[in-house]
């Protein structure tokens, strides 16, 4: 969710993360990306999801909510992680790869360009996607995790595009 949310099952309090409120006053923003366990005591259920969201422009939920077996929801959430934290350490492994060839090699700018973008990347993972640094300071705030996430995307296309600019991606044939 985009802010803050709770969700009610069949009446009970299952989860929540932040205080949704009615006003933009009365609202206390969280990330809390979770898997969330009942046992239905009919074979309906009734699900209420409360969220308020009046600090980003794009509210309700933005990942689809899956209902299924514990254990095969608690899968899907760990693969997503372990797929998370492969990417994290690939781009990581490259960004430090290419910093210690600028310094290194110091005519190589274009080196020290890519290093800065694999930075800013691995940055932008760990903030979308799982959102792991929720798991990491979970008392993170919400308005730099959202700064992060935006600065990481804006910063990080100029950074590359410097890049193939230095590494001669532009060059027309005349």
């Not at 077996?69 to 781009?91: E, K, M, P, T």
Request: charged share 20%; glycine share 8%.
């Amino acid at each position: 969710m985009a802010a803050a949310f709770s969700v009610y099952v069949n009446g009970k309090h299952l989860t929540s993360a932040g205080i949704p409120g009615k006003t933009f006053d009365t609202t206390v923003l969280q990330f809390h990306p979770h898997v969330s366990d009942f046992n239905p005591d009919s074979d309906r259920l009734d699900v209420i999801i409360q969220v308020s969201n009046f600090h980003h422009r794009k509210g309700g939920a933005w990942e689809v909510i899956h209902l299924g077996l514990l254990d095969d929801i608690r899968a899907i959430r760990q693969n997503a992680l372990y797929f998370n934290f492969f990417l994290l350490g690939s781009i990581l492994i490259m960004g430090i790869y290419h910093i210690g060839l600028f310094i290194l090699r110091k005519k190589e700018k274009c080196a020290l360009y890519f290093g800065i973008y694999c930075f800013l990347i691995a940055a932008r993972s760990l903030v979308t996607g799982e959102k792991y640094i929720i798991h990491l300071f979970p008392t993170f705030d919400w308005e730099a995790h959202m700064k992060i996430a935006y600065l990481t995307f804006y910063i990080g296309v100029p950074v590359f595009a410097d890049y193939l600019r230095r590494k001669g991606a532009f060059r027309v044939l005349v």
